[in-house]
């Protein structure tokens, strides 16, 4: 069994809003988590987009709209009380992103490892989509070992559909 983080549960702050959706061309799904202008955000690359498309970003908003880099990719986006609007910058092209408020089923989890995180995206419809990490150039799909219900602020996946078990928890933004 491999341990990439604690299980039990984490109460999300009243503050915290995800945003979840695709990737505009491409196979890969975007989270952003908001509180008090601190965002942490997940892009996701699926199996065409895996190594190019899959990044963790972090920082702060002014005025509602924030421009983050991260490896070789740059989010910018713009919120508003039910989306967020913006791109994802990669190799000069510009991949639009307009992701909505994540229902009860939806949202962004992951498990901090020492050189990249593990995360996991889920849209309202059920689609989920997660990457495991050993370093920046080493990762694997994730898959969750059940569904997720509501309010599911633990998930157990299974690392490359079948290798070992991680726990990943539902992110705060304010979560370092």
């Known amino acids: 069994m491999l341990l990439v983080g604690c299980s039990g549960r984490v109460a999300l702050s009243e503050g915290d809003r995800t945003y979840v959706g695709r990737l505009s061309g491409t196979d890969a799904l975007v989270a952003v988590t908001v509180n008090q202008g601190h965002v942490r955000a997940y892009s996701c690359g699926g199996a065409s987009t895996l190594a190019t498309r899959t990044q963790w970003f972090r920082g702060d908003l002014s005025a509602n709209r924030g421009t983050f880099t991260a490896g070789t990719l740059t989010l910018d986006l713009e919120l508003a009380a039910d989306r967020v609007v913006g791109f994802?910058?990669?190799?000069?092209?510009?991949?639009?992103?307009?992701?909505?408020?994540?229902?009860?089923?939806?949202g962004l989890w992951s498990a901090p490892a020492s050189h990249c995180a593990t995360g996991l995206i889920a849209l309202d419809d059920g689609t989920t989509q997660g990457a495991y990490c050993v370093d920046a150039n080493v990762r694997a799909q994730v898959v969750p070992v059940r569904p997720l219900m509501e309010g599911d602020d633990a998930v157990e996946v299974l690392v490359g559909g079948d290798g070992p078990r991680a726990t990943l928890l539902r992110v705060r933004a304010t979560t370092p």
């Open 88 to 106: 994802i910058e990669a190799s000069g092209t510009k991949e639009p992103i307009d992701l909505r408020l994540a229902g009860p089923r939806g």
